[in-house]
């Protein structure tokens, strides 16, 4: 492959997994406004956001078949494209059943985005012969710390939701159409897949298969409750101005971006396993920094400890996958974020129910424990394996 093709392949799939983290994080400083407009408690909130996962779990299985159909760049065009137009529609939904349709519709996109990106980057690594995907999923998060800051800085300047919330539909519709057309067409699909031979077992069901994709559906959950949750914690419970309540996902974000990208030399200092382990007791220190420290500030710090610690913790799991013996790689990898990837779609609603049952903050430190039991299944698990 020429070099001006590689830099075109990989300088769209770089633009594709910026697309996706902002274009999921700049829902997140909008969620206050909308519990706020509906006069919803918790779970009803939690309700509304299920809606998100749903549609998510509805696209998942089709998006792998659609992208060998129609080719990664149609399918990345259509996700941007629901995208966008649902960022605009929820400024401006007053109806509760329409806002529970848009979000249902939202999730679809957000998924046909993330998994597609995945799909093309995946192939991109066998046409060009080297890894590429921790950096591509750290865009992700340099996406994702964008959106969330972007649209909170507008907000807190004095611009409506509804003026915001076109802006960065326009803005976010406009970059993917214009950096992702050189992502793998119908044709490029195909004709990859005609040179690629089938030759291993697949065998997913292994136990250690689905022990880590149970370990990733916690971590995911920990994750999708700094998207949906910061910011209604930091408005309910600290009392912070509605325009600024999206500081707490940035702080996260930007702890999440800067540790992904540098974590292949944490890992390399540190070794997996106490990468692993020192990762998941940060976010066990941060969730409970938020919660027994009542200021504002305290809890900022505890959004970037949790980001700080879950930047690198999914990403050595999935890695420690493919060392499980006598289990196809990709199935195995498949497998595992497919179950972890429900705790982004599922938790935010738990999160709510819990959160009306028990308070948010002891709902925080339910998942700050949950975590806290990942980190020593990961010190057994990997005790007499290699770092």
Same mark, same amino acid.
């Given at each position: 492959?020429?070099?001006?093709?590689?830099?075109?392949?990989?300088?769209?799939?770089?633009?594709?997994?910026?697309?996706?983290?902002?274009?999921?994080?700049?829902?997140?400083?909008?969620?206050?406004?909308?519990?706020?407009?509906?006069?919803?408690?918790?779970?009803?909130?939690?309700?509304?956001?299920?809606?998100?996962?749903?549609?998510?779990?509805?696209?998942?299985?089709?998006?792998?078949?659609?992208?060998?159909?129609?080719?990664?760049?149609?399918?990345?065009?259509?996700?941007?494209?629901?995208?966008?137009?649902?960022?605009?529609?929820?400024?401006?939904?007053?109806?509760?059943?329409?806002?529970?349709?848009?979000?249902?519709?939202?999730?679809?996109?957000?998924?046909?985005?993330?998994?597609?990106?995945?799909?093309?980057?995946?192939?991109?690594?066998?046409?060009? +012969?080297?890894?590429?995907?921790?950096?591509?999923?750290?865009?992700?998060?340099?996406?994702?710390?964008? +959106?969330?800051?972007?649209?909170?800085?507008?907000?807190?300047?004095?611009?409506?939701?509804?003026?915001?919330?076109?802006?960065?539909?326009?803005?976010?519709?406009?970059?993917?159409?214009?950096?992702?057309?050189?992502?793998?067409?119908?044709?490029?699909?195909?004709?990859?897949?005609?040179?690629?031979?089938?030759?291993?077992?697949?065998?997913?069901?292994?136990?250690?298969?689905?022990?880590?994709?149970?370990?990733?559906?916690?971590?995911?959950?920990?994750?999708?409750?700094?998207?949906?949750?910061?910011?209604?914690?930091?408005?309910?419970?600290?009392?912070?101005?509605?325009?600024?309540?999206?500081?707490?996902?940035?702080?996260?974000?930007?702890?999440?971006?800067?540790?992904?990208?540098?974590?292949?030399?944490?890992?390399?200092?540190?070794?997996?396993?106490?990468?692993?382990?020192?990762?998941?007791?940060?976010?066990?220190?941060?969730?409970?920094?938020?919660?027994?420290?009542?200021?504002?500030?305290?809890?900022?710090?505890?959004?970037?400890?949790?980001?700080? +610690?879950?930047?690198?913790?999914?990403?050595?799991?999935?890695?420690?996958?493919?060392?499980?013996?006598?289990?196809?790689?990709?199935?195995?990898?498949?497998?595992?974020?497919?179950?972890?990837?429900?705790?982004?779609?599922?938790?935010?609603?738990?999160?709510?129910?819990?959160?009306?049952?028990?308070?948010?903050?002891?709902?925080?430190?339910?998942?700050?424990?949950?975590?806290?039991?990942?980190?020593?299944?990961?010190?057994?698990?990997?005790?007499?394996?290699?770092?």
């Amino acid at each position: 492959m020429d070099k001006l093709k590689e830099r075109q392949l990989m300088f769209a799939n770089r633009a594709s997994f910026l697309v996706a983290g902002c274009g999921v994080a700049t829902w997140a400083p909008m969620i206050p406004f909308v519990q706020e407009r509906f006069a919803l408690n918790e779970q009803e909130l939690g309700l509304l956001l299920l809606c998100i996962g749903i549609g998510s779990i509805c696209s998942m299985p089709l998006s792998g078949f659609l992208a060998s159909r129609l080719g990664c760049r149609t399918l990345v065009y259509a996700g941007a494209l629901l995208l966008s137009l649902c960022i605009a529609a929820i400024t401006v939904v007053q109806q509760l059943f329409l806002m529970a349709v848009v979000l249902f519709v939202f999730g679809i996109g957000a998924v046909l985005l993330d998994v597609t990106s995945n799909i093309n980057a995946a192939r991109v690594e066998l046409m060009i +012969g080297r890894s590429i995907m921790s950096g591509l999923h750290g865009l992700y998060s340099v996406g994702g710390f964008i +959106g969330s800051i972007v649209v909170t800085f507008v907000l807190s300047a004095g611009f409506s939701l509804q003026a915001t919330g076109t802006l960065a539909a326009l803005i976010f519709a406009l970059v993917a159409f214009s950096c992702c057309r050189h992502l793998l067409s119908k044709e490029d699909t195909a004709a990859q897949s005609q040179d690629q031979t089938q030759t291993e077992r697949v065998r997913v069901w292994h136990p250690l298969v689905l022990l880590i994709g149970v370990l990733c559906f916690i971590m995911f959950m920990a994750e999708g409750s700094m998207l949906d949750w910061s910011g209604v914690f930091l408005r309910n419970e600290r009392a912070v101005p509605l325009e600024q309540a999206g500081y707490g996902y940035a702080a996260f974000a930007i702890a999440m971006t800067v540790f992904r990208l540098t974590g292949d030399k944490i890992v390399t200092h540190l070794g997996r396993r106490r990468t692993l382990c020192f990762g998941t007791f940060l976010i066990f220190s941060g969730f409970s920094l938020c919660v027994m420290v009542p200021h504002a500030l305290v809890s900022l710090v505890g959004f970037f400890l949790i980001g700080m +610690g879950a930047s690198n913790v999914v990403p050595q799991l999935i890695s420690f996958t493919v060392t499980i013996k006598d289990v196809s790689i990709n199935a195995a990898v498949t497998m595992v974020n497919a179950i972890g990837f429900t705790g982004v779609l599922c938790g935010p609603a738990l999160i709510g129910f819990c959160a009306h049952a028990i308070g948010l903050q002891v709902t925080f430190l339910l998942i700050a424990c949950l975590v806290l039991i990942v980190g020593a299944v990961c010190f057994f698990l990997l005790k007499r394996r290699p770092a």
